[in-house]
């Protein structure tokens, strides 16, 4: 961190300055210059307040030379992180996982067909929500436990992992040996407070962005679970909120390398909730993988007419069939497989 004095700023109150910022083992170096003065900060800086500074009146501008995400840094980390989900499946190495799934667990033939079907096309990891936090209070809201039963069930008939959606810390209990992945969804990115219980446990954490959120918010968020102690936190760049209504979300592509530059963690895209329709979701997973993606999440269901919750955007089983294979070429293209 540097901080910018005003030219009006007085030796003394630099002085002040520095032994206030003692108190947070921070190191102030000054400069003086002619007309300015110049105040180096050297230390973990984590702890001082940008804007408590910018409220001093003899301070011109405080400037961030690092970034505040630490653990999830590839400056502190520069190897990938590669996280494992369930016994075999790993994300974050030369292997492009695919989960898929539908949108909700609907009943028992449903999520154990939509499950067979996208492991018979090379889908690695089942997704499905059991709590779905919708944005109308009218709308289905999941099957709540018995859908995490029916998960765990699917899960048993076909080997899959399961990613399915926590939006509750007081759940954590109940998910444990249900699922082999908790997901935080886009609007609880930033629950801080689901986040920390989290960081508590050992399993992975697929963390989706929010649809407002920047980049190093986001990392931020990351860091919230990696400080509690749990490493596994996988990225999910699903779209965020633009000007552009023509699509449900605006896929952020140059999130991708961007997380990949500056964490060590995997990313994963979720075209599906970008896109919000079905026929956008293959090239926008063609083009994930393209920009360096480790993962996909895509939503599949076995008749997206008739789907309780984004059967707009869900992939009916022959068109996820043909997505694979078109996606299993980019992955060869760029060195990776599926
Ligand atoms: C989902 O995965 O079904 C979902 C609700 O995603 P998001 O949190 O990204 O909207
Ligand atoms: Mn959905």
Known sequence: MIIIMKNTATKEHVDELSQWLARFNVQANPIFGKDTIVVGLVGDTGAVDRDALLRDPQVDNVIKVQEPFKLANRKFHPDNTIVRIGKNVEIGGSGVVVMAGPCSVEGH??????????????ATVLRGGAWKPRSSPYSFQGLKAEGLDLLHEASLDTGLPVVTEITNPAHIELFMDKCDC?????????????????????????????????????????????AGGNPNVILCERGIRTYETYTRNTL??????????????????DPSHAAGIYWM????AMSAIAAGADGLIIEVHNDPAHALSDGAQSLTYQ?????????????????KTI
């Open 109 to 122: 033939d449903q999520i154990i067909d939509v499950a067979r079907h996208v492991k018979e096309q090379g």
């Open 252 to 269: 952020d592509i140059s999130a991708v390398p961007a997380l990949k530059r500056l964490s060590h963690l995997p990313v994963v895209v």
């Open 182 to 226: 908790f997901q935080v969804g886009a609007r609880n990115m930033q629950n801080f407070e689901l986040l920390k219980e989290l960081g508590q446990t050992d399993k992975p954490i697929l963390l989706k962005r929010g649809f407002a959120n920047t980049i190093e918010e986001f990392l931020m968020s990351a860091e919230y679970i990696m």
């Open 319 to 335: 068109s996820f069939e043909e997505t694979m294979g078109k996606l299993r070429a980019v992955a060869a293209a760029v060195g």
């Open 281 to 284: 979701v293959e090239p926008l």
